[in-house]
Structure formats: structure tokens, C-alpha cells
């Protein structure tokens, strides 16, 4: 059973552009939830997608968006880079959203120069 | 006041040491999580927990719903253990949110 793939794992971007990041979850978790990871912030909350609806959203500014798709895979955009933008932006599945185990991603370590 | 907390923040023992990291909440949760993460690496769960214990080979997890309290057990610790633990709630009051700790840094040496 192949695990949760984020894509790319590393990008280079410049202050000013915009980047989009893929999650696809385990085969039949409808559950994505996408967190950001930085040294000094820790682990912080991104958002929430269940059967293709935001259910949460966490205390990002709106450059931060995503959605998922009818296959429940997801994509996040951030949009007008900042140098703070850079981390480790992790993705994780999970069959139910209450009670489910957690499945993470290796992540995708953006820099922004 | 952080609504998971963990301690400790960092943790030093010998191989073979018994190892005990806690948590508390203050939220009402629908589950716990403990989860691992490697210098560098990703984060692989270790336990999802509603109720009760579990016992995964020597990693051992408890939770008391009634005073909002998880312990995270490794017996005989080994250098490969080395690793950050992180206690992650499921806060009902905020749609389910996941609500993370800072984490306990552990480092096993021979």
C-alpha cells in the first residue's frame, strides 16, 4: 500500500512568486490536512480537506489556499512568497478525521530566497 | 497557556533506561496522538489513542481522559530512539483541529 507522496520534497522560489504543492493520501483516506514547520514556530496548522470541503482552517493570511480533488488529493498554493514562507510543509492522511491514525508525507521543503 | 503540553523539553539517557514522556491537555479531545520525528525526517505516528493503553514492541501509551493526561513509555532504550516525541490533540472545540505540543527532545546514548 503506498503511503503519502508530497511533491516536490525541495524547491528554490524568489520573494514575489507563487508555488503549489501536491499531498496525494493513502488509497481511500478522504482526510488531508496540510501543516507548516519551521525551527523557531514548530509545528503549525494549515488546513483541513474532507471529501473535497475545507473543514478547518488554521491562522494563516490568505495567501495560504488549497483544495482537494474528487481522487482527495490536494494541493496547496501560497502565493507572493515570503522569506518566512520557507519551512517544511508536511501533508497528512488519515480515513477519518476524528478518530483516524495519521499518515505524513516526507514533506516538502520550500526555500525562498 | 499552550492547550497541549509535553515535558520534558529534552530528555538525556543511558541505553537501556526506562523513558517516560508526558503530556496534558486542556481541551476536550476526540483522540491523542504521539507521534515521532527524526532529525531531518518525516513524522510516523506511533500511537492513536481514544481510551485506555497500547503497546507497540517497548513503546508503551496510556491516556486518562478524566485529568487530560497521556504518557508516553519506551522501555530499554536504544540510541536509535533518539528522536523528537510529539503529543498532538484532536480539539473538538475547534472542528477537530489538531492541536500540537512542542515536542520532547530525546537522546539515547550507549
Known amino acids: 500500500k503506498a503511503g503519502v507522496t508530497q511533491t516536490p520534497r525541495y524547491l528554490i522560489k524568489t520573494r514575489g512568486q507563487q508555488v503549489t504543492l501536491s499531498c496525494s493520501p493513502i488509497s481511500g483516506h478522504r482526510s488531508v490536512s496540510w501543516y507548516q514547520q519551521t525551527p523557531g514556530q514548530g509545528l503549525q496548522f494549515l488546513f483541513e480537506?474532507?471529501?473535497?470541503?475545507?473543514?478547518n482552517k488554521g491562522n494563516f493570511p490568505g495567501r495560504f489556499s488549497g483544495r482537494q480533488f474528487s481522487n482527495s488529493r490536494s494541493e496547496m498554493n501560497v502565493s507572493t512568497l515570503e522569506l518566512g514562507d520557507s519551512a517544511l510543509y508536511l501533508c497528512?492522511?488519515?480515513?477519518?478525521?476524528?478518530?483516524?491514525?495519521?499518515?505524513f508525507g516526507e514533506g516538502s521543503r520550500l526555500t525562498v530566497l | 497557556k499552550n492547550e497541549v503540553e509535553q515535558s520534558p523539553q529534552n530528555l538525556t539517557a543511558q541505553e537501556g533506561e526506562f523513558i517516560t514522556i508526558n503530556c496534558s491537555y486542556s481541551v476536550g479531545i476526540s483522540a491523542l496522538h504521539w507521534l515521532q520525528q527524526h532529525p531531518g525526517g518525516g513524522i510516523v505516528s506511533l500511537f492513536m489513542?481514544?481510551?485506555?493503553?497500547k503497546k507497540h514492541g517497548r513503546l508503551i501509551a496510556t491516556i486518562n481522559i478524566q485529568e487530560k493526561h497521556s504518557s508516553l513509555h519506551i522501555t530499554a532504550s536504544h540510541p536509535r530512539d533518539s528522536a523528537v516525541y510529539i503529543c498532538?490533540?484532536?480539539?473538538?472545540?475547534?472542528?477537530?483541529?489538531?492541536?500540537w505540543g512542542a515536542g520532547t527532545k530525546l537522546i539515547i546514548k550507549p
Open positions: 480537506y474532507f471529501s473535497e470541503t475545507q473543514r
Open positions: 497528512a492522511s488519515s480515513w477519518d478525521r476524528l478518530t483516524g491514525e495519521l499518515f
Open positions: 498532538a490533540v484532536k480539539d473538538m472545540d475547534s472542528n477537530y483541529q489538531l492541536i
Open positions: 489513542l481514544s481510551s485506555g493503553k
